[in-house]
Structure formats: C-alpha cells, structure tokens
C-alpha cells in the first residue's frame, strides 16, 4: 500500500506573555498569547522518526520571550512580523504563521483620571493579528474577536418565510446581543496597525448602537460598510456574528404580563451569520 505524507506543520500554541514597559511616570501593559505555526522539510520527522530538522516547540515559547525583550510587542502586527520573518529564517522552513490575540486593558480612573499603573480588563474582547510569511509574501490579517454587544431595542426580524416547522414568531421589537469577530486585510502594509483598529473598533460600536437593525444580515451589512468607511487603509472586511438570544418569558401561567421586560438568556443554539466585504466589489 503506497501512502503519501500530503502536508504537515508543526509549531507552539497559546504562548502567555504580559510586557510592562516601565517609563518615567507613567507604566504601559500588553497582554498577548502566541500561536507559532511552521511549515517545511520536515517529513521525515513524521515518517521516520528523524528530528535532526525540528526545531523544538520549547525553543520557540522562549524565542517569543527573548524578542520581546529586544522589540516592541505594539502593535501586535508589527511584533507578528518579527517572529514570523525570525522563523522563516531557520533551516527547513519555507512558510512561518503567526496569531497573536491581545487582552484589552484599560486604565482605571482614580481620582477623576486615569492611574498610571492600575489597570482593568474589557471581559474577553481580544485584538488578533495573523501573520503568514514564505519567500517574498507577507500576509497581514488583522482584527477584533469576542467584542460582546447588546442593545434592547432598536432591533427587528419578520417577513420571514414559514414552513411546518416555523414555530418562530415575528418580532418587531427585540433584544439584540452578539459576539462580534471582525477581520481585515489592506490592500498594502499598513503603517498605523493601531490607529486602524481603533478606528474599525470605534464604526463597530457606533453602528451597533445606531442602526436599526432588520436582522442580523442586516446589522452585519452596516458593520461592513463602517468598518470601510471608516479605515481608508482597509480593503476587504470579514464579520461573523452569533445571535446571543435573549427570548421573552411566558408570564402568563402566573397571571402576569410581559410587557418586553422579562428575558431568558440562551447561548445555544445561536444563529450565526457571516459576511465578507471588499472596497470596490
């Protein structure tokens, strides 16, 4: 029986590591996990048990740690590039992927302003990088993931077709929550990675809050549109939104009226909808 190793790679996952730049006055913080991926010659790993190519996966959790010392880690993109290129070039390895997810911290207000060293966590948003790189290509994505939203009304889902299953009742005035992940590409390198994540950060809210929403293709569709609004550097923009339902409870077993007050949360199941959108298209 003829088999064929038909592709493999290999690599470190979920590497912590939390930065404190001390300066004069005031300390600045980045809290980031590190996903190493490599791609090469190193079939013979799999098919004969021969390591003389891989590079041990230790070696690159303390690679992640020595840069970081002797380069920035912001933004994320740029400290993406420098592991990614530091990677593609050892022996063996002809593409290097490399994700990055920040926790967002934000200083917290003491006193009227913010402390210089005290610092809170926005739940689980995370800002993602995701950097590939071979010989002579360089790929950047980058994006905001676990960005959790809600807004009571302004929210809306009917005219949809019923069959014999539909058991779903129009809704002209709904709780609408979702857990926002947003990726984007620009169409060159982009020189101020930060400057255009705050921006697509800052549409995303806006939008959510503002637009009244006729279903989540909808909202997903205005998102879109923000973000490129927004980001002249952005070229193409990719959503998913799950549909965090929040269904109306039946009081009236007990006599009682639910005026859209009283909720049930529920994560599962969720819908999920996705949508990619490119300048120009």
């Given at each position: 029986?003829?088999?064929?190793?038909?592709r493999?790679?290999y690599?470190?996952?979920?590497v912590?590591?939390?930065?404190?730049?001390?300066?004069?006055?005031?300390?600045?913080?980045?809290?980031?996990?590190?996903?190493?991926?490599?791609?090469?010659?190193?079939d013979?790993?799999?098919?004969?048990?021969?390591?003389?190519?891989?590079?041990p996966?230790?070696?690159m959790?303390?690679?992640?740690?020595a840069?970081?010392?002797s380069?920035?880690?912001?933004?994320?993109?740029?400290?993406?590039?420098?592991?990614?290129?530091?990677?593609?070039?050892?022996a063996?390895?002809?593409?290097?992927?490399?994700?990055?997810?920040?926790?967002?911290?934000?200083?917290?207000d003491?006193?009227?302003s913010?402390?210089?060293?005290?610092?809170?966590?926005?739940?689980?948003?995370?800002?993602?990088?995701?950097?590939?790189?071979?010989?002579?290509?360089?790929?950047?994505?980058?994006?905001?993931?676990?960005?959790?939203v809600?807004?009571?009304?302004?929210?809306?889902f009917?005219?949809?077709?019923?069959?014999?299953?539909?058991?779903l009742k129009?809704?002209?005035?709904?709780?609408?929550?979702?857990l926002?992940?947003a990726r984007?590409?620009?169409?060159?390198?982009?020189?101020?990675?930060?400057?255009?994540?705050?921006s697509?950060?800052?549409?995303?809210?806006?939008?959510?809050?503002d637009?009244?929403?006729?279903?989540?293709q909808?909202?997903?569709?205005?998102?879109?549109?923000?973000?490129?609004?927004?980001?002249?550097?952005?070229?193409?923009?990719?959503?998913?939104?799950p549909?965090?339902?929040?269904?109306?409870v039946?009081?009236?077993?007990?006599?009682?009226?639910?005026?859209?007050?009283?909720?049930?949360?529920v994560?599962?199941?969720?819908?999920?909808?996705?949508?990619?959108?490119?300048?120009?298209?």
């Amino acid at each position: 029986m003829s088999i064929s190793l038909v592709r493999n790679s290999y690599g470190k996952s979920r590497v912590r590591l939390v930065k404190v730049r001390r300066a004069e006055g005031q300390h600045e913080l980045t809290d980031i996990e590190v996903d190493i991926e490599l791609e090469g010659d190193f079939d013979d790993a799999y098919t004969l048990g021969d390591n003389c190519k891989v590079l041990p996966t230790d070696t690159m959790k303390n690679t992640v740690y020595a840069l970081a010392k002797s380069h920035p880690v912001e933004p994320i993109e740029d400290f993406g590039v420098v592991l990614a290129e530091h990677f593609l070039g050892k022996a063996h390895t002809r593409r290097a992927r490399i994700t990055i997810a920040e926790k967002v911290w934000s200083r917290i207000d003491a006193g009227g302003s913010p402390h210089r060293h005290a610092f809170l966590r926005a739940a689980g948003e995370r800002r993602i990088a995701e950097i590939s790189a071979a010989a002579g290509e360089l790929a950047i994505v980058s994006g905001i993931a676990d960005l959790l939203v809600l807004k009571t009304t302004g929210s809306a889902f009917s005219g949809f077709p019923c069959d014999e299953y539909t058991t779903l009742k129009e809704a002209s005035d709904r709780i609408l929550s979702t857990l926002m992940v947003a990726r984007w590409r620009t169409a060159t390198r982009d020189e101020a990675p930060t400057r255009t994540w705050e921006s697509a950060r800052r549409a995303l809210l806006e939008t959510f809050a503002d637009q009244h929403s006729l279903s989540v293709q909808h909202t997903i569709h205005a998102l879109g549109t923000a973000v490129l609004a927004a980001c002249p550097a952005v070229d193409e923009v990719s959503l998913s939104l799950p549909n965090k339902h929040c269904l109306l409870v039946d009081l009236s077993p007990f006599g009682l009226s639910n005026d859209n007050e009283i909720f049930v949360p529920v994560d599962e199941p969720h819908g999920l909808i996705h949508a990619t959108m490119k300048r120009g298209g």
